[in-house]
């Protein structure tokens, strides 16, 4: 008996050390996370450029949508859906760093980073849905697509970001409570501003302060994707 715990516990030592750390996983998790924010601003500033443009009505917006369907599904399912689920990723392995540090606070960012995780996820998914149901109904009745286009599009950015108070309070919160030592204190700093740009986007006339979120948590999602990576275990 004692013989097959042996091996046993030697299998089991064995499967864990070729299983990627919390740590290591967070950190890829951050890097592909920098990633749809920079293929969404690509598209966003190319192929989506009448969109940003706000210069169509909603029956043009969304013959605009039918001749790029697929792209447009492409593009939500990158930059929400993936989003969402490395999002979450990275919220448990920053909570597994934090926990021991200040646990009240590091559940209280995790709840912050879960929820955007979510949001955004069913933002993508609300996108895509309603596309395909307006795109359908633009080849009867151009008129009603493009009126239930335009109340689709006021969901699915206001869960996706039309505001980022709920990502930025997740930055901000994990950057403060990471200020004790558990990442870098210049990317700490960081991550306060980023954080407090995503939050100040809740006041109307300072949405525009969203740009200044998306470019500083590219930066932030790379810089702390790159130490999660470098952590040994």
Do not use: C
């Not at 996370?33 to 009505?57: H, K, N, R, S």
């Not at 919160?173 to 030592?181: D, H, I, N, T």
């Not at 006041?203 to 702390?224: C, H, K, Q, R």
């Not at 994707?225 to 040994?232: A, E, I």
């Amino acid at each position: 008996m004692t013989t097959i715990a042996q091996a046993s516990h030697s299998n089991l030592t064995s499967t864990d050390a070729q299983t990627p750390s919390l740590q290591k996983m967070g950190g890829l998790a951050g890097i592909i996370a920098a990633l749809t924010f920079l293929f969404g601003f690509a598209l966003f500033v190319t192929t989506f450029e009448p969109l940003i443009a706000d210069d169509l009505t909603s029956v043009e917006t969304v013959e605009f949508l039918k001749d790029n369907q697929t792209i447009f599904y492409v593009w939500n399912l990158v930059i929400y859906v993936l989003f969402g689920v490395v999002q979450a990723v990275l919220t448990l392995a920053l909570h597994a760093r934090l926990k021991t540090i200040a646990p009240a606070f590091a559940q209280i960012a995790t709840a912050f980073g879960l929820i955007w995780s979510g949001l955004v996820i069913a933002s993508g998914m609300v996108a895509n849905v309603g596309a395909a149901a307006v795109i359908d109904l633009y080849d009867t009745d151009p008129t009603q697509a493009g009126t239930v286009w335009a109340a689709i599009d006021g969901v699915y950015k206001g869960m996706g970001g039309g505001n980022e108070i709920v990502g930025g309070l997740w930055v901000l919160l994990v950057s403060w409570v990471a200020l004790r030592g558990a990442l870098p204190k210049a990317l700490n700093y960081a991550g306060l501003l980023v954080g407090a740009a995503g939050i100040v986007t809740l006041v109307p006339p300072l949405v525009d302060v969203g740009a200044i979120f998306g470019l500083g948590i590219i930066a932030w999602y790379i810089w702390a994707g790159v130490v999660m990576l470098r952590t040994k275990g």
